[in-house]
């Protein structure tokens, strides 16, 4: 199966080589990784995220209802403002990473991660606000994510962007098309998500890259993300391991605990009470030839002790070669050896955070 979003067609104008995420035929690279990568860092570039979903909650229980399912706590924000979170069934098996916009009182938009079908939150929501006073629906968005130091001066005059605050959002147009403005990304830059209606998304593509010509912005495909989220410590699906919870993914923050009720509560409280079990952490290689794929397995002496969930890439900036895996809690310190195996012979790797860049945020919040 593959799919495609609205922005199919420019991506191969402008050259893109394509790769497959999660049945989304989506850009890997344009002209180089490299260049693409430098673009966000020092300057600007632009990604198409139309493959996520988002998914729209209005009505007056909307806000009760999405307590009850986040593990985050809507009462850190207000309206305008946009959180970070994960929705978890009451067992706290994960279920998705989201970020909630709260766009009114009464209105929110959940934009949640790849989804072949861009419906499985829907049913979810469906199923468990059934009988309350709700309204669940497909958004039917595209959009375009423009990330780097410079978006904000790219995007100033024509979005008016300067005094939006890091996770805000607001409604707007841009060259007369409807648009919502994010200020979020996921690459540890300043940056900021536009939305559109499908229909639009020739015309959101062209004013964009129009715009972006002032600070030589680049559009940016997969293989750059990669190199720019694993450096951050921004995790992608494969990291929300088997058995995981935002405890053992190092999510802890966007846990409250103060809530007195929300799905997962009572089996988290246990977690953190009783210990954990496994934890993700970063891992370090020293030989930058060996590139361990998820799954690949981790040992201490002859006994497995954990697996790989984000291969290991040589990040520019940190000048470091870097992945992710979950490990049993007693090998999670870092500085902790460890070895995988690679072609068939032991390779050692160092466990780490998996936090390497900018740990602080200054960069995005900037």
Same mark, same amino acid.
């Given at each position: 199966?593959?799919?495609?979003?609205?922005?199919?067609?420019? =991506?191969? &104008? =402008?050259?893109?080589?394509?790769?497959?995420?999660?049945?989304?035929?989506?850009?890997?690279?344009? #002209?180089?990784?490299?260049?693409? +990568? !430098?673009?966000?860092?020092?300057?600007?570039?632009?990604?198409?995220? %139309?493959?996520?979903?988002?998914?729209?909650?209005?009505?007056?229980?909307?806000?009760?209802?999405?307590?009850?399912?986040?593990?985050?706590?809507?009462?850190?924000?207000?309206?305008?403002?946009?959180?970070?979170?994960?929705?978890?069934?009451?067992?706290?098996?994960?279920?998705?990473?989201?970020?909630?916009?709260?766009?009114?009182?009464?209105?929110?938009?959940?934009?949640?991660?790849?989804?072949?079908?861009?419906?499985? @939150?829907?049913?979810?929501? /469906?199923?468990?606000? %059934?009988?309350?006073?709700?309204?669940?629906?497909? @958004?039917? #968005?595209?959009?375009? %994510?423009?990330?780097?130091?410079?978006?904000?001066?790219?995007?100033?005059?024509?979005?008016? *962007?300067?005094?939006?605050?890091?996770?805000?959002?607001? /409604?707007?147009? $841009?060259?007369?098309?409807?648009?919502?403005?994010?200020?979020?990304?996921?690459?540890?830059? $300043?940056?900021?998500?536009?939305?559109?209606?499908?229909? =639009?998304?020739?015309?959101?593509?062209?004013?964009?890259? /129009?715009?972006?010509?002032?600070?030589?912005?680049?559009?940016?495909?997969?293989?750059?993300? !990669?190199? @720019? &989220?694993?450096?951050?410590?921004?995790?992608?699906?494969?990291?929300?391991?088997?058995?995981?919870?935002?405890? /053992?993914?190092?999510?802890?923050?966007?846990?409250?605990?103060?809530?007195?009720?929300? =799905?997962?509560?009572?089996?988290?409280?246990?977690?953190?009470?009783?210990?954990?079990?496994?934890?993700?952490?970063?891992?370090?290689?020293?030989?930058?030839?060996?590139?361990?794929?998820?799954?690949?397995?981790?040992?201490?002496?002859?006994?497995? *002790?954990?697996?790989?969930?984000?291969?290991?890439?040589?990040?520019?900036?940190?000048?470091?070669?870097?992945?992710?895996?979950?490990?049993?809690? &007693?090998? &999670?310190?870092?500085?902790?050896? $460890?070895?995988?195996?690679?072609?068939?012979?032991?390779?050692?790797?160092?466990? #780490?955070?998996?936090?390497? +860049?900018?740990?602080?945020?200054?960069?995005?919040? !900037?």
């Amino acid at each position: 199966m593959k799919l495609f979003t609205p922005f199919h067609d420019l =991506h191969l &104008a =402008h050259g893109a080589r394509m790769q497959s995420v999660r049945h989304w035929w989506m850009p890997s690279f344009y #002209s180089s990784v490299d260049e693409e +990568y !430098a673009a966000v860092r020092q300057r600007a570039g632009v990604v198409d995220y %139309s493959f996520q979903s988002a998914i729209e909650v209005r009505g007056r229980d909307a806000y009760a209802c999405l307590q009850k399912v986040i593990v985050n706590d809507l009462d850190r924000i207000q309206p305008g403002r946009a959180i970070y979170t994960n929705i978890v069934e009451p067992t706290a098996r994960f279920v998705d990473e989201v970020v909630i916009f709260w766009m009114e009182q009464d209105r929110f938009i959940i934009n949640g991660g790849p989804d072949p079908r861009k419906a499985h @939150l829907l049913v979810l929501f /469906e199923e468990w606000f %059934s009988g309350r006073d709700v309204k669940v629906s497909d @958004l039917q #968005s595209c959009f375009l %994510s423009v990330q780097g130091p410079r978006s904000r001066e790219m995007l100033a005059d024509a979005l008016g *962007v300067d005094s939006m605050p890091f996770m805000s959002v607001r /409604e707007d147009r $841009l060259d007369g098309v409807p648009v919502l403005v994010a200020r979020a990304g996921y690459s540890g830059e $300043l940056g900021f998500e536009v939305y559109a209606r499908p229909e =639009h998304a020739r015309r959101l593509w062209e004013s964009l890259h /129009e715009l972006g010509r002032k600070v030589d912005m680049l559009p940016y495909g997969f293989a750059a993300t !990669a190199l @720019l &989220a694993v450096e951050k410590g921004l995790l992608a699906p494969f990291d929300f391991y088997p058995g995981s919870t935002p405890l /053992e993914l190092g999510l802890d923050w966007t846990v409250a605990f103060r809530k007195p009720s929300f =799905h997962g509560r009572d089996e988290l409280e246990r977690r953190r009470t009783q210990g954990l079990l496994t934890r993700l952490v970063g891992f370090e290689c020293e030989d930058h030839g060996v590139v361990a794929a998820p799954g690949t397995r981790l040992y201490r002496g002859a006994r497995p *002790v954990g697996s790989v969930t984000h291969r290991n890439l040589y990040g520019p900036t940190i000048r470091r070669n870097v992945g992710r895996a979950w490990v049993e809690s &007693a090998f &999670a310190t870092p500085g902790e050896v $460890l070895e995988l195996e690679y072609l068939g012979e032991r390779r050692p790797v160092t466990v #780490s955070g998996y936090r390497h +860049y900018d740990a602080a945020g200054v960069r995005m919040r !900037a």
